[in-house]
């Protein structure tokens, strides 16, 4: 069974902050890890890391992907109180018609 | 943003009722998916379809169906609803080759009394 489990669950930082989020899978037919911000609303994109991709980085927030490890890990740094939101790990797999499995997400709360 | 749209984005309903959500899409995009989320569970896939007329099961498609006669049309229904079937419901869509990248709808908030 395709597992992806995000850690830790939640935490609470105050603005300023560096903070890792984690994601770990066990997956079959792996072919890309995708991350994704949710605040009261739909899930939005922030990175897909890839085996030609492994690294990304926008403005504050980068991600790297280790595939031997089975891990990818979300960067941001400089926190400020729009970065509260749930953090989405998501892996998607060849041959499977585009369908992600998703884990449950990190709850980020960014406080003043 | 892509060009998603749901509807109704909130809607209450009896058990036993049937319920159509439905999610438009203006991108021509082939593949489309219907999620669930619940606090615990994260984002669960219900339903997806890969063309017109062809769809498949997700990892919590009973109670459920589908269908898909245009491109930028996929339904989802509840044929009687259950009070385990409120949730928040998304739908995403996917372009074509190999990019797994989902963008999602604005969602709908279903409650089953």
């Known amino acids: 069974e395709d597992k992806v489990v995000q850690s830790p669950l939640s935490l609470v930082v105050h603005e300023g902050d560096t903070v890792t989020l984690n994601c770990s899978y066990e997956?079959?037919?792996?072919?890309?890890l995708l991350w994704y911000k949710q605040e009261k609303k739909a899930p939005t994109f922030l990175f897909m890391l890839t085996s030609s991709g492994i690294e990304k980085k926008s403005g504050r927030l980068s991600s790297i992907l280790d595939k031997k490890e089975l891990f990818s890990i979300l960067n941001i740094t400089a926190t400020q109180t729009g970065d509260s939101a749930v953090y989405l790990c998501?892996?998607?797999?060849?041959?499977?018609?585009?369908?992600?499995?998703f884990g449950k997400g990190i709850t980020l709360s960014v406080r003043p | 943003d892509a060009g998603i749209t749901q509807s109704p984005r909130h809607k209450v309903t009896e058990t036993g009722t049937p319920v159509t959500l439905r999610c438009h899409q203006t991108e021509n995009h082939r593949y489309m998916y219907w999620y669930r989320q619940d606090p615990g569970h994260g984002l669960r896939l219900i339903h997806y379809s890969y063309g017109v007329k062809d769809t498949d099961k997700g990892e919590v498609s009973d109670g459920y169906s589908v269908s898909r006669s245009k491109t930028e049309d996929f339904l989802l229904t509840l044929e009687s609803a259950t009070s385990s079937q409120t949730s928040v419901y998304f739908c995403a869509i996917t372009g074509q080759g190999k990019t797994d990248t989902q963008y999602f709808g604005p969602g709908t908030r279903l409650t089953v009394l």
């Open positions: 997956v079959t037919n792996f072919r890309s």
């Open positions: 998501a892996v998607g797999h060849t041959g499977a018609n585009s369908k992600l499995t």
